[in-house]
Every structure is written in C-alpha cells, then in structure tokens.
C-alpha cells in the first residue's frame, strides 16, 4: 500500500474517536466529517457504497447537495489522514494497515490468540488475548451512539470483544490465575447478565478464592433473571457447575478448562486502587529542560535514566512524575530495587510488596506465579512506577507491565544495555549557567553573582553535578558572612576534600562508599586503577596501558566503565584519533583515597 502523505497515522475507535497523525492529535472538528470518518472506519478496507454513506450521515432526507457536500467532506479528510481514502466508482474506502488502526491491532492480536489456543500454547495464548482485550476502551464511539450505522458496528466489534474476553478469562483460569479475570467480570457479569460463559467464570473465579457464597448467589442472581425476562432456566452447565461449588468442589470447569493445569490458590482481596506514593518534589530544582521534556513525552513504555552517583536520577525520575501523576488513574508507586549499602533485594521480595501495596492478599502463592499475578493486575491499569536504583536488567525485567497504558521509569547507574525496548536518558553535570541559577536559590543571587570567579572556581575544581552543588551550597548559607572567595580557597587547602561536602545527614563520602566500596562491585579493581592515574580526562592509551594485565582486554575494560557511567566521554570529544574518556573529579579523588587505603 503506498500513501501520498509519508506521515505516521493512528487512528482509534475502540474508544473515542482519535486521530493521530505523527504522534499528535489531529483535530476534526466538523460533526459530519467525524462521522464519515468513523463510518469509514468502521469498515475500513471495504468500499461502502456512496449510498449508503449519505444515509448515515444525513437519513432518510439527504439535503440535495448530499453527494457534493460527501465530498468535499472527503476531501477535507484526505488533508489530515493522506491518500488513504479512495474513491471506487460507486463508494470509498479508507485503506489502513494494522498499526494504524486500533480495530485492526485488536483483530489481529485476537486471531493470534485463538491460534495459539488451537496450538496447544496456552500461557501465550492468554498473554496475546489480554494485549487484545487491553485496547478495548468500552462504549466505541459513543458520540455516534445514535446512528444506526454505527450503532450496529459497535454491536458486532462489542460481540467480537466479548467473545475474546471469554476465551481469555477461562484461559486466565485454567492457568490458575484469578485476579484480574474478577477485576473485569464483575464489571461484565453485571452488564451481560445472560452471558453464560461470563457467568460460569465469574462462579468459578469466586469459588477459587474462597469466596464461595459469592459464587452461589451469582448462580441464583441469575435464575431469577433469566426466569423474570426469559421465562428459561440456566443451562446444564450452569446447573452442573452449582452443584459443583454447592458440594464444595470448586475446581469444576466449564467446558476445556482442565485441573491439571492449575498453579495454585492465588486468594485475593478484592483489587484497590494504588495510592500516590512520590515523595515531596524538590521546589529548587533546576535545568534538565530536555530530558524533562523527553521524559514526559517518550512514547516508550520504559524509560531509563542513567548517570554517576549525585547526578540526579532519582531527583529527575519524582520531578517528571509530580508532573505526571494525573495522567496514571492507577496510582504512582515507587519501589527501591536495592537496600542501603548496596544490598540487593530479593525480586519476589519486591513483587510482593508492589501486589501487597495496591491491595492483594499474596500470602500462600508461590514465588515463580507471582510476576504473572502483577502483570494480570497491571494489564489493563494506567499506572506510574518508579523502578529506583536498579543494579542489572534481571532485577528490572520481571515487574514490568505486559501492556503499553503504564508507564514504568528505571533509574540506574548503569546504562543497563542487555535491556530491551526501553528509551536511555544519560545524565551528566548541569551546565555552567544552571550551576549558577542552583547556587543562586540556595545562598542568593546577589552573593553569587558578587563573586563569579570564586563560583567557576569551584566548577571546575569539583564539577557541577547536583548533589555536589546542594552540599557545597547548604554549607555556604550556613555561613552568609564569608565570602565565597574565601570559602573557594579553604576548600582547595583541605587536605581530605570529600570531607568538606557535607550538609546534615548527606555527605558525599558515605554515598561513595554506598556505591564504590561494596566487595561485591565488578569494577572495584578497575575503579582502584583509575586512581593511580593523573587527572581527569585520560587518553585512551592511557587507560589501556593502565588497565593491561586485568582480568578482561583492557579495552572491554574500559567499555565496562562506560557501561556503568564510571567513565564518561567528554562532549567535546568527536574525533576517534584523539580518544579521551573523563569522570566525576571528587570520584577520582575517591578512587585515589581508596587505592591508598588498600595499599596500606
């Protein structure tokens, strides 16, 4: 198919009706134009006949300029959405492939879950059939709801969509999960009350979890109802299936769902709704305009904010998430992935505490069930998560979200390469001018700006990383009667630097020692080399005849740094033949310290 406009489209109708054109919501503002275009839409790559377009746009009584006026409206449509309308002779059709329309993503993720039903693969299976169900929004263009040919559009898609939640919530469990297929069936049970299968499940789902006098008055809900409107009873599998939860074997199922494929009583309160959990945001932050930007609006589920100790990561992670929080109906949850001191924390550990946070009873189910009962939860919520200080890809992998409606952000201070379809931010110092706009809101612009050679000083002896910049700066106000020229030359007579970046319970030295110290570190003994350098910046011949002899090449050696944001490349730095690799001044200081410390 080829398309005039090269132009990203998107369009959905599972939902709202919503155009999207290079990722930005185009504008359709013109009633009959909406309405063309979700009757094209609706049936889109077949040719509807102009007849019947006219129909559903103006009835039984089309003004005597219907056809003009159809299209100079299909025109005006082609201006937003290309040459994907085409004129047949007798009708239009709107051409569209399936990543530029929600239905057609929807049908196609369907059909591969029924396909893998009828291979034999049921785990992938249920995963496909939930992506399926994850992009139905309820009530499709209700706006419409009054035409009928929509309204009998909206039928079938509704009919399709039951049928494919059904597959997947006996699916669901069969595998033994139950806590999300009851999330959406008391929701459906309700709206569809003669929908057996809906109810067979929702029986079964109650009896798995205990929850037997649930499942009995469903049964007996829907008796009387069927009796008062239909004058029939439940059917036999209805009946058969009573009897079953009435006896006290629960474990009975409709139709292929099997007992031995059930993983275990994964019991459950009833699901709640996550709480906010960002601490406070910090009012004097400052820069980081791009990466703001860039965090807030990646259209990747993950993103991933690396950079050295007292860049800033976690900082900029809550900053963008106050921004954000209203858009996540879910909840904001924050979870760090390591304890104090580097200790790493066990992944059923943190699975636990996220499922236990937003209100599931996990007490009983079995560690290697327990990321499958999060992403059930998480698979058709809007949640922001807060992924903190991350150590490898493993420990990140395993909590995120199955569906793309939450948004997960991973701070680490490794660039975490092996990690897959995820955005990388790498954060480095702050520029000059918003090092002096920090200091500034810390001790006043008039003492800064008073004296600026004592400032740039200090830049350019101990960087301008945030953390650096808020301890020197918190020092600083404790002393307004000093002048900062002053204070620039006691810090470079200091004999133990580290020692001077101290404000309350933060001090510099402890975070190193949190982070460079640990036994169990893969680049101590490189970290002890970089000591025994002079410098920052290094040459790359430099660093290779420093680290020869190691227990890799020295180059992967030198990789290795990189990847764990050790080592940096100066942004000056863009020919190949003049290789120079920089880090953290009062890092290196660091490294030299602890060398000598060793030697001793």
Known sequence: MSHAASSHLNCSILGPLEVRVDNRKAIIGAPKQRLLLAVLLCRVNAIIPSAQLMDALWGELPPRTARKNLQVYVSALRRIVGDRINFQG????????????????????????????????????????????????????????????????????????????????????????????????????????????????????????????????????????????????????????????????????????????????????????????????????????????????????????????????????????????????????????????????????IQRELLETVGLNVEGVRDDILASVWRSWLANRKLLLILDDAPDESSVRLLLPGTSASKVLVTSLSRLSGLESVARIGLGELSAAEGIEFLKNLIGPERVLGDLPAVMAVFDRYGLSPLTLRLLGCRFARLPHVPLSYLADRLGRAESILDEFVAGDVSLRERFEETYNRPSWTHRAAFLTLGALAGPPFSHDELVAALHGTAMPAERVIESLLEANILSVPDSEVTAHSMHYTMSPLAHRFAIELRRTCSL
């Open 90 to 349: 007798w009708g239009y059709r709107f051409e569209a492939e399936q990543d530029e329309l929600d239905l057609l993503r929807f049908q196609a993720l369907a059909a591969a879950g029924r396909s893998a039903i009828r291979n034999g693969d049921p785990v992938l299976a249920a995963e496909l059939l939930r992506d399926a169900i994850g992009m139905w929004q309820d009530q499709p263009l209700a706006e419409f709801s009054s035409v009928p040919m929509i309204a009998g559009e909206v039928d079938r898609f509704t009919e399709l969509y039951l049928s494919v939640y059904e597959d997947w919530v006996e699916l669901e469990i069969e595998l033994g999960r139950y806590v999300e297929p009851l999330t959406g069936l008391d929701i459906l049970a309700a709206r569809y009350p003669t929908r057996e299968r809906i109810a067979a499940s929702r029986m079964t789902a109650l009896a798995r979890c205990g929850r037997t006098a649930e499942a009995l008055s469903h049964f007996e809900a829907l008796r009387r109802h069927l009796a008062a409107e239909m004058g029939i009873d439940p059917s036999p599998v209805l009946k058969s299936l009573y009897q079953d939860i009435l006896r006290g074997d629960g474990s009975q199922q409709p139709d292929r769902l099997t007992k031995a494929s059930r993983s275990g009583p994964a019991l459950v309160r009833p699901v709640q709704t996550a709480a906010n959990q960002l601490p406070r945001d910090i009012a004097d932050f400052v820069g980081r305009e791009a990466e703001i930007h860039r965090v807030a609006n990646e259209p990747a589920t993950v993103t991933l904010i690396t950079g050295e100790p007292g860049i800033g990561k976690t900082t900029l992670a809550v900053h963008v998430a106050h921004r954000l929080a209203l858009s996540f109906p879910d909840g904001v949850l924050v979870v760090a992935l390591q304890h104090r001191r580097g200790v790493l924390r066990a992944i059923a550990d």
